[in-house]
């Protein structure tokens, strides 16, 4: 810098101002007549990184923070002092035949697992879902005198139900099995002039129907030796001549 000389004073010389780096960098360059300026290097704020450092001749640079926003992005990398915070974007979703074990966090992404499949002889319920897996359980298994009025599926427990029986006036069709209750059927009444040729004895349930059969009848020439009974016949003998 100078002070032009006059008629009176000679040429004043002055050294440029000197900037004290870091605190200070230099903003604008002396020139002929001007003085050097100096300005003082900002600090990044908390909400802000670095982007371009200061030197002696430019400001320090500073940029917002990346924010990532849950539940849409998740934080990869958290940010420095010259460097951003880098984001990722959550999976919000699992695949089909998939559930989601943990969901997406501050610093995670979210993770997904094959939901799991029951074995034989077992059923799932709950079955899977978007946030829980499969539970399998056992399939029932009916005991004796039961049968099975629902066969376990794949969401399904087996249905037991007992055994129904006959009454009185009913045989049976058809015995309970392992996938059916018991049929029943009336049983033929035997009219006055029939008996029962299958007459049971102790036997329970009936099995079959009865067996009625068109009483003897004794001609003019025979006689009734032996009477009929619900489940015999009579008997005729020959008269004496």
Known sequence: MTQ???????????????????????????????????TEVISCSSTE????????????????????????????KEFTASSDRVC???????????????????????RCQGCSQCGDNQFADPVCSASADTTCNNCK????????????????????STCGTCSSTEYELTACGTDNDVVCKSLTVCSSSEYEAN?????????????????????DNEFESVAATVSSDRQCTSLSI
């Open 141 to 160: 298994e009916c005991s004796e005198g039961e049968f099975y009025e629902a066969r376990c599926t794949e969401t399904a427990n087996a249905v037991c």
């Open 88 to 110: 990722g974007e959550c999976v919000v979703s699992c695949p089909d035949t998939h559930w989601m074990v943990e969901a997406c966090t501050q610093y995670s992404q979210a």
């Open 4 to 38: 032009e000389v006059t008629a009176k004073t000679d040429r004043v010389c002055k050294d440029h101002r000197k900037c004290q780096f870091p605190e200070l960098y230099l903003s604008k360059p002396g020139t002929y007549t001007t003085d050097a300026e100096c």
């Open 49 to 76: 990184y670095e982007t371009d450092a200061p030197t002696p001749v430019s400001q320090r640079k500073c940029a917002a923070i990346t924010s990532c926003d849950l539940p849409s992005e998740y934080t990869v």
């Open 199 to 219: 007459y049971p004895v102790n036997v329970s349930p009936r099995t079959e129907d009865r067996d009625c059969r068109p009483l003897t009848v004794c001609s």
